[in-house]
C-alpha cells in the first residue's frame, strides 16, 4: 500500500497519525509540508480529493490566520488559498493520502479509515487514547 503523509513533525496529531501508519507496516512517504511548501495546484487537487475548501482545511489556531484577517467570514477562498501558500502553517494537517481515499486526518484515527490493515494492538494515541485493543479491535 503506497501512502503519502503531508506532515508536520511539531504536531502531535500529525506524529500519532505517522505512528498509525508505521505501526500497520506501512513505510509512508512523509512530505514535511512546512519545509517544501504548496503549489496551488496541490492544495486544489487535496482538497478537492478530500472534500475540503480553502476555509474548512485552514488551521484556525496556533497559525497566523487570525493575525491576517482569515478568519473573517468575508473572506473569499481564493485569499485564504494565497495565504496558505504564501504561509504553509495555515493548512490544517495532516492530510494522508492512500488508494482508499484523501483525508485531514484530524482526529488522529481518521487514518484508520485509509488503511488496509489495521495495526496489531494493543495501540494507543501518544496521549495514552487506546485505538485498538489487544485482539485487534478497533476501539475509535
Request: proline share 10%; glycine share 8%; hydrophobic share 40%.
Amino acid at each position: 500500500m503506497s501512502i503519502v503523509i503531508h506532515h508536520n513533525p511539531d504536531c502531535g496529531t500529525s506524529r500519532n497519525v505517522l505512528a498509525i501508519v508505521e505501526a500497520a507496516g506501512v513505510t509512508p512517504l512523509v512530505i514535511e509540508y512546512l519545509e517544501t511548501g504548496w503549489t496551488q495546484p496541490q492544495l486544489l487537487a487535496l482538497f478537492a480529493a478530500a472534500g475540503l475548501t480553502p476555509r474548512t482545511a485552514l488551521r484556525t489556531t496556533k497559525s497566523p490566520a487570525e493575525d491576517l484577517g482569515l478568519l473573517d467570514p468575508s473572506v473569499s477562498d481564493d485569499a485564504i488559498l494565497a495565504a496558505m501558500l504564501d504561509h504553509p502553517i495555515l493548512v490544517n494537517r495532516p492530510i494522508v493520502c492512500s488508494p482508499k481515499g484523501v483525508r485531514l486526518c484530524r482526529p488522529s484515527e481518521a487514518v484508520l479509515d485509509l488503511l488496509d490493515d489495521l495495526p496489531p494492538g494493543p495501540l494507543a494515541k501518544q496521549d495514552g487514547t487506546p485505538l485498538i485493543d489487544g485482539e485487534g479491535n478497533r476501539l475509535a
